[in-house]
């Protein structure tokens, strides 16, 4: 073999190689560049006084958990203009992202939820605001994918549903039409399942909030809040990161860096960090179970059923309220570990006072603890966990279940009337979103003669009032009737009805109640074939009006998702062609009164028994 010659004066430079091969290659270096090395700061303006007006950049962050502070209050300072923002959610009316909304310096949000944000909410129907919803699972995944140079990806998150279909709005003209929508997503099929295609997501820059850093570049997280942080950190042409602590080399053991120095290219450490909780949740020391209001007969019957669902060695993901507390009721013979999309896995129980920790928040944004054994991780491996099936249980709750077990239970922002929620949802979905703002007019109650409680019609409506005319009582069909396009219109006494505009020769569904603001995480936990499905809900929604329908009117979550369907009444179990089985009723109850409350048929199991309670 041909003898190597090297110029040895120090490692990293020059390798000679063997003559024969020196036209093959130019030559072989060790990185020994100083342009790729960490920039350091310590006033976060001069960290982000490059950002250019229109820059795309991804801010990382869950809630309010991990989000950059002083490098928003850096963006606020330059006053730069036109951002598209990349973050699950936009922070608070007064804090996070929502400043630079309130100084209109976002023109196009790309998120999963709108959050308890009412200015986000507000440009976004005034169409003052570009709004993009995004699944969470696919939002984080889309930026992972960026990072890693793969252009795009198939998923089964959002196959059914108006994110694979198209049409939802992104921007309203100020007349309430729309300006922008969404695109339907191209689909293909892999072994018998539909999968959607999903572009990656890289920015011009991200801003990153760490624990600590090395004075190489060197990044790790605490807990919850490493969340989105660490995939936009490999996604972006620049990342800023924002830390609490600077450390020697060496401090951090090489196995222990969560994001290495490449990804890293400025540094700041932060002056103060306020880390605001959003939802304090503490429990006193003298709670060993979650404790029902008195009287709250139907949930605690819904929870204590629920919690039968868990088996020992269980992973498991729960969804906030009912779910979540029936948790608390999991045997003590058991084990079952409780995971949270936004990167835990062992949750614990709500902290003592002195148990608060910021960095520590569940899916919901509750504190919470953890337990021995547990781990944090990012979102995107959180959602891997999910999508790829190594969840085995999945429980949440609905706004509606179809006989073949599609879910619905988000809804895009609606409008809000002296503090209260009111969802207008068009059953044509190709006009679905047409009816949201496009010079809605409140009519009051009183206009149509209707007292509280009572379900009408509104038929043929058009954006003037005086157009609208219910039908009588005698022309209502019952809701989950065969007729598709009726639905019930559910009046409270001194709640506004909405005339519609873009569902002219459609009925519309009106429903006051809480507001959803987008879809979380709930489309990527109802995507997996291995993930069992159940949803804990109310049997009937407010006026006796039917939440389990032969097909849902609302906007879906999931495609024949559900696996089992437990409410205060009964327990069904779903099968995708056969529809619903009843296999358990609430003692004093009878088939015919679950027939009444239900907007659909079912088979009754031979094996009927009594509502079990744990």
Request: charged residues 25%; proline residues 4%.
């Amino acid at each position: 073999m041909a003898a190597f010659k090297f110029l040895l004066p120090a490692l990293g430079r020059r390798i000679l190689l063997p003559s024969a091969r020196r036209a093959e290659i130019c030559g072989c270096y060790f990185s020994t560049s100083c342009h790729r090395n960490t920039k350091f700061y310590t006033d976060p303006v001069e960290a982000v006084k490059d950002i250019p007006n229109g820059a795309t950049i991804l801010v990382g962050g869950f809630g309010l958990c991990g989000i950059p502070e002083n490098l928003i209050g850096g963006l606020l300072k330059t006053g730069v203009k036109g951002i598209t923002a990349v973050s699950n959610n936009a922070g608070v009316d007064n804090f996070g992202l929502g400043l630079l909304l309130q100084t209109k310096q976002i023109k196009r949000m790309v998120s999963s939820y709108v959050g308890e944000n009412a200015e986000f909410e507000r440009q976004y129907l005034s169409g003052e605001l570009e709004v993009e919803l995004t699944p969470q699972g696919t939002l984080a995944e889309r930026i992972r994918a960026g990072g890693a140079g793969i252009p795009a990806f198939y998923t089964s998150t959002g196959y059914g549903t108006l994110v694979q279909e198209g049409g939802a709005p992104i921007k309203y003209n100020t007349d309430g039409t729309i300006a922008i929508a969404s695109q339907p997503r191209e689909v293909r099929e892999f072994d018998g399942r539909h999968f959607i295609l999903e572009k990656s997501i890289t920015g011009d820059f991200a801003l990153v909030k760490a624990w600590k850093a090395d004075r190489a570049g060197n990044i790790i997280f605490r807990k919850t809040a490493r969340n989105f942080n660490q995939p936009m950190c490999k996604a972006a042409k620049t990342t800023v990161v924002e830390v609490e602590e600077i450390v020697d080399i060496g401090a951090f053991a090489p196995e222990d860096i969560h994001v290495p120095k490449i990804y890293v290219d400025r540094l700041l450490q932060g002056e103060k960090f306020e880390k605001r909780i959003e939802r304090l949740s503490i429990r006193k020391p003298e709670d060993s179970t979650a404790k029902q209001k008195k009287g709250d007969n139907v949930r605690e019957r819904i929870i204590k059923r629920a919690a039968l669902e868990f088996e020992d060695g269980m992973y498991a993901n729960l969804g906030i309220g009912i779910p979540l507390l029936a948790s608390n009721f999991i045997s003590p013979d058991i084990t079952v570990h409780l995971q949270s999309e936004n990167g835990v896995l062992g949750l614990g129980p709500y902290p003592l006072e002195n148990e608060v920790d910021p960095d520590l928040i569940n899916a919901g944004k509750e504190t919470v603890t953890v337990l021995p054994g547990s781990s944090y991780f990012s979102s995107d491996e959180s959602f891997a966990m999910i999508r790829g099936g190594h969840v085995d249980l999945t429980m949440l709750g609905a706004m509606q279940v179809s006989k073949y077990g599609d879910l619905a239970n988000w809804m895009i922002p609606g409008l809000v009337n002296d503090g209260k929620a009111v969802y207008v949802v068009c059953l044509d979905f190709s006009k679905a979103f047409d009816i949201i703002s496009y010079n809605i007019l409140l009519v009051k109650l009183s206009a149509y003669g209707l007292d509280s409680g009572t379900v009408g019609w509104i038929k043929n409506c058009g954006w003037l009032g005086p157009r609208c005319n219910p039908t009588t009582t005698d022309e209502i069909v019952r809701y989950g009737s065969d007729d598709f396009f009726r639905s019930a219109v559910l009046f409270d006494a001194d709640t506004p009805v909405l005339a519609d505009s873009g569902c002219t020769e459609r009925e519309s569904y009106v429903n006051n109640g809480k507001m959803v603001k987008g879809m979380g995480g709930a489309m990527d936990l109802v995507s997996s074939a291995q993930t069992k499905v159940v949803v804990t809900m109310e049997h009937s929604a407010k006026g006796n009006v039917h939440k389990i329908l032969e097909k849902c009117s609302l906007p879906l979550t999931g495609k024949q998702c559900v696996d089992r369907i437990i409410t205060e009444k009964a327990v069904f179990d779903v099968d995708k062609k056969k529809g619903l089985t009843l296999i358990e009723i609430w003692e004093g109850l009878t088939v015919d009164d679950i027939k009444k409350s239900t907007g659909c048929d079912f088979a009754v199991s031979p094996k009927l028994i009594p509502m079990r309670q744990i």
